[in-house]
């Protein structure tokens, strides 16, 4: 089953806000990069700044086995990442955030 993470979610980890994780997604040039994975605080795609959603994004999380409701949106209690465990953390000599 396919999992996401929230833009906070990944802000929160990395110590900067939300939208500059969408910067900088949007300016990587890499493709291994999930960047399908990274959704809205509401369990949505965002809007790119044409203020369309991605259906790229959507498909490519139905493969990986994410559900959307009719409203479109994701079940963020039966998807959302749980985030890098402490062995994660301590192999990578790093400390979690607060």
């Known amino acids: 089953m396919g999992q996401v993470g929230t833009y906070g979610q990944i802000a929160r980890l990395c110590g900067c806000s939300p939208r500059q994780v969408g910067y900088a997604m949007a300016a990587s040039p890499s493709d291994d990069i999930p960047w399908q994975r990274v959704i809205n605080s509401r369990g949505e795609i965002s809007a790119r700044s044409d203020g369309n959603k991605d259906t790229e ?22 998807f959302q990442w749980s ?7 301590s192999e990578h000599h790093l400390d979690p955030p607060l």
């Open 83 to 89: 985030g890098p465990d402490g062995l994660w953390w």
């Open 57 to 78: 994004q959507y498909h490519r999380l139905k493969r990986e086995g994410v559900a959307f409701d009719a409203r479109g949106r994701i079940d963020l209690a039966a």
